[in-house]
């Protein structure tokens, strides 16, 4: 085991593994009771002397976690209700077991000889051992079913908490995979020592290994094309964990008590999982018009939601640089999916309504494709069609997902969560056939009462003057074009909008110099509050029907139901 474990690098998973193994292995050679949890906690608790940090590893935490599962909680059920009967179809023609047994298990050996030479006769010598073999397939069907169910309900809330997903398919996928992956070890191994000493002793086992290993990229492929194979959910609230990990304790205890206890135990696990899963009302402000800018660094992303709810996400942050430039390399940092949609999720947000692209520059689309992926908008609205293979592989990805795709123009007026969203650019004349430009951007103007915010994406000069000629009303909040680019925010577009906040989406100490400082001159000259993400980080703006509008800054505004004060 330990040679074995070195081979495979020696991971701290892996560790974990051996020491574990090797603790229960010691007590059985010391003749000691052969207890799975308390090598468990010998190894737990040895790891923790060690590296007392490691408690609040998830990998720490999810490898024990699945260890209780099997061994704590499966195991024991099984042993209190179709296990026996598994064990005693070992051996079955030694008839001198029959009496060590429970009489029941005797009664049931001596029943499946008793159809195995009625099959006998019938079929011939060969059928005597089918009826045990049915039904040694069944048990141990059954086995893998339980350990999976116990393991996937157990496993619920650290998939919840660290990865916000939910594996609805996992358990027939590992019905597949898991007894494959113990034929796909060994000859793993048997393939790499045959290479050893010369590549043409490794073609056999080395083509049972390919055999095996596309086995199960087959299968789990197939089961992830499947809409509903990985759900995205928020984590659950404090409590529903804290509850959960005393549930697992409770189970623990109980299926080694009575048969009421264990099954008491039974009903509790599946339960808790549903709280696990169970969707929590989204963190909201009722009755307000909320506008939060993201801090997604030199990018945009907005969030607005309406005053009964409904959500719409105005770009998704992404890699500085024209689409061009970042579509054929892959970052490895997704904006998408490591700061937008956690956020999202933080607000208990499991679905947006609306998804909106100003543009297709990577700054604003980039993270978008992970959001379509984790909340599935009903809508994507975009504005014009510009040459860009990432664009275009968007809009396919939108359309797979089950995506409204929407083309929006100046004109258009779409009620959208007890707001009124107006359309203000790009004209219905406008096209552009080539790469995307600042000036294709989708303009928004989103009333609520005498409240209004507008939201600018990275329109320019020509986007604004056009705006400022077809007539532009005071607003409440602006969301600055280009990052605070001296392109944009105009003196004649700003004096017609004479906002009482505007925000800059912009990334600390970016080599653009955004936002500039006569745009930071024009815009607080005439009173009105700056707010800039790379000094405020995120900032939410609560605007009321009455006109009136409350600043709030930092993401943890909305954990807690009480009213938010104005900054």
């Known amino acids: 085991m330990t040679a074995y474990a070195l081979l495979t690098g020696f991971g701290a998973p892996v560790q974990r593994a051996l020491f574990m193994t090797a603790v229960f292995l010691v007590a059985r050679l010391l003749l000691r009771e052969r207890s799975v949890l308390n090598a468990l906690g010998a190894a737990a608790l040895a790891e923790l002397v060690w590296s007392p940090a490691n408690l609040f590893d998830a990998s720490f935490q999810m490898t024990f976690l699945a260890i209780v599962a099997i061994a704590g909680i499966a195991v024991p059920l099984g042993d209190r209700t179709f296990m026996p009967y598994a064990r005693a179809l070992h051996r079955l023609d030694e008839l001198w077991l029959d009496p060590v047994l429970a009489p029941r298990l005797a009664q049931f050996r001596v029943m499946l000889r008793m159809w195995g030479d009625a099959l006998a006769g019938v079929l011939g ?330 939201l600018e994406g990275d329109a320019e000069a020509p986007s604004e003057q056009a705006m400022v000629a077809r007539g532009l009303a005071p607003v409440t909040l602006l969301k600055a074009g280009h990052h605070g680019s001296r392109t944009s925010t105009t003196q004649e577009f700003f004096r017609a909008l004479t906002p009482k906040d505007a925000v800059v989406s912009v990334g600390k100490g970016n080599t653009f110099g955004h936002p500039r400082f006569e745009v930071i001159s024009r815009i607080t000259a005439g009173g009105t509050r700056l707010y800039r993400t790379d000094e405020f980080g995120l900032t939410t703006f609560l605007l009321n029907r009455d006109g009136a509008i409350h600043e709030i800054l930092g993401e943890k505004a909305f954990r807690s139901s009480e009213p938010q004060a104005e900054v």
């Not at 009826?131 to 996937?152: C, N, Q």
């Not at 358990?171 to 070890?185: D, E, I, Q, W």
């Not at 299926?255 to 009421?260: A, K, L, N, P």
């Open 125 to 454: 010598r060969w059928a005597y051992r089918l009826p045990a073999l049915t039904l040694r397939l069944l048990l141990w069907s059954a086995e893998l079913v339980l350990i999976g169910i116990v393991a996937e309900m157990v496993m619920a809330l650290p998939m919840a908490m660290y990865f916000h997903r939910a594996t609805i398919f996992a358990l027939p996928a590992n019905m597949f995979t898991v007894p494959v992956v113990g034929l796909l070890a060994p000859t793993a191994v048997i393939m790499f020592c045959a290479s050893l000493i010369a590549p043409w002793a490794a073609t056999l086992p080395a083509a049972v290994t390919a055999l095996l290993l596309h086995g199960i990229a087959w299968a789990i492929g197939r089961v992830s094309h499947v809409q509903a194979a990985d759900l995205r959910i928020p984590a659950p609230v404090w409590w529903v964990a804290a509850l959960a990990v005393a549930a697992w304790g409770f189970c623990t205890w109980a299926v080694r008590r009575s048969g009421t206890c264990a099954l008491v135990a039974a009903i509790t696990l599946p339960l808790v999982t549903v709280m696990i899963l169970w969707p929590e009302p989204a963190l909201i402000s009722s009755g307000a018009l909320e506008i939060t800018a993201i801090d997604v660094g030199q990018g945009d992303s907005v969030l607005m939601v309406g005053p009964d709810g409904r959500t719409m996400l105005i770009d998704a942050g992404g890699p500085v640089g024209s689409v061009t430039e970042t579509a054929s390399v892959a970052s490895a940092f997704d904006v998408g999916e490591e700061v937008v949609s956690p956020y999202l999720w933080s607000r208990r947000i499991r679905r947006l309504d609306v998804v909106a692209l100003s543009h297709a520059h990577s700054d604003h689309m980039g993270g978008m494709p992970a959001v379509l992926r984790n909340f599935r908008p009903r809508e994507l609205w975009v504005a014009v069609d510009p040459n860009s293979d990432a664009y275009r592989a968007l809009i396919s990805e939108a359309a797979e997902l089950g995506t409204t795709v929407r083309h929006m123009r100046a004109g258009d007026n779409v009620a959208l969560g007890g707001t009124k969203v107006k359309v203000l650019a790009p004209e219905a004349s406008y096209t552009n056939a080539g790469e995307p430009v600042n000036n294709d951007s989708l303009v928004l103007r989103v009333e609520y009462g005498k409240a209004s915010a507008l």
